[in-house]
């Protein structure tokens, strides 16, 4: 594998590397969990709502890591409130994307089971999609980079395409009334809109890496806009083509969307085969972008050599990928790491702001 010395990304791939952070499985289980939320066709409202509070927030962290050049998260959270909390929070971190890895590459096993490999045993599928991305890690942040180049205008021409075939069942009549039980509906939903946006925290490593860590705000709003409008229109477009009833009896409703109809005179006639392989390629994405992240912040925090720390959190992350027994429990733990989401990336780096102004402005400190 060729491997680059600087280990530097463009604006560019900076943007791209966020957006495949971000969309993963939330396409295929945002609209089911957004109503079971909200319970209201209303729920686009609450993608629209959640969508700008992400954006907040992560100029946040866009901000605060622009205060530490060459810094990341994991080194720079010890300047500001010292060695021992920022270490514990390191760990937190790691602790999180090791999960979150771990429930990337189960997601991708319950599909492959469920829709392609049909009694295939599950570690079959998994070790060699970890070894996979272990092989990516092992190359430093511009390889995986470039092949997040090389998957991004693959995933998004499939789903685009996709759901412009699927307008054919779009019925406006399954998104009215609008704001029928008022506003608070709304809110409900806003806690499952927010967590489909987990993986925007990556940002807190990458301007550590950007060849213009100046321009890291243009590329955050690039990359999170781009998941914002898909989210979007994956809400209408599976709202508007099944009714609301079905979305909350369909486990994933977007490919029981897609499986739904016929195209006649074109390569596929059915649409969810060449959107499960795409979309498992973007599951590939999340989990190389959570697995080095993990692995960097084990390197810096414990001062280690990043390889070895690759090479030794396959068995961690396979352990992880198979605790959840059934597919409640997946889902469960999906709830639980926006939780977890919520907390870290969106508290974490206000909180670390605010130190961060008061040492400098009130105590005069020198950060």
């Known amino acids: 594998m060729f491997i680059r010395n600087d280990d530097k990304i463009t604006t560019t791939q900076t943007s791209i590397f966020i957006t495949d952070s ?8 945002l609209p089911r969990g957004v109503i079971e939320a909200a319970k209201t066709p209303d729920v686009w409202l609450s993608v629209l709502l959640g969508g700008f509070i992400v954006i907040l927030v992560t100029m946040v962290m866009v901000k605060l890591s622009q205060q530490f ?30 999960i979150i890895a771990g429930f990337e590459v189960r997601i991708f096993a319950e599909i492959t089971m469920y829709y392609l490999l049909e009694g295939t045993p599950i570690w079959a599928i998994v070790i060699p999609f970890i070894w996979v991305g272990t092989y990516i890690c092992f190359g430093g942040i511009n390889s995986i980079a470039r092949v997040f180049q090389l998957i991004f205008p693959i995933s998004i021409l499939i789903l685009v395409l996709s759901y412009f ?17 008022g506003i608070l509906p709304v809110f409900k939903g806003l806690k499952s809109t927010v967590l489909i946006f987990t993986g925007c925290e ?3 490593t990458l301007v550590a890496h950007m060849q213009h860590p100046e321009r890291a705000v243009k590329a955050t709003f690039a990359g999170i806009g781009v998941p ?29 969307l897609l499986r739904s109809f016929e195209i006649t ?15 498992m390629m973007q599951l590939f994405c999340n989990f190389t972008s959570f697995y080095f992240n993990a692995s960097l912040g084990i390197s810096q925090v414990f001062h280690l050599k990043i390889h070895p720390v690759i090479f030794g959190l396959i068995p961690v992350i396979f352990i992880t990928t198979m605790l959840p027994e059934r597919i409640n429990d997946i889902f ?5 790491i926006g939780k977890m989401g919520i907390f870290l ?23």
Request: proline residues 5%.
């Open 69 to 98: 050049p060459n810094h990341t998260v994991y080194q720079y959270s010890k300047r500001i409130v010292g060695t021992i909390p920022g270490g514990i929070l390191g760990v937190c971190l790691i602790g999180y994307y090791i």
């Open 165 to 181: 075939l699927s307008i054919r069942l779009f019925d406006i009549n399954n998104l009215r009334p609008v704001l029928g039980e």
């Open 202 to 204: 990556v940002i807190m």
């Open 345 to 367: 990336f969106f508290l974490v780096p206000v909180l670390l702001t605010v130190i961060l102004l008061f040492r400098k402005k009130v105590l005069n400190h020198h950060v």
């Open 228 to 256: 914002f409008v898909l989210y979007l229109m994956t809400v209408i477009v599976v709202i508007g083509g099944m009714s609301m009833d079905s979305v909350m009896n369909s486990t994933w409703p977007t490919i029981d």
């Open 265 to 279: 005179g074109l390569i596929f006639e059915r649409f969810e085969f060449p959107f499960l392989v795409i979309w």
């Open 332 to 336: 469960k733990l999906g709830d639980t």
């Open 22 to 29: 971000v969309l993963g499985a939330g396409i295929l289980t």
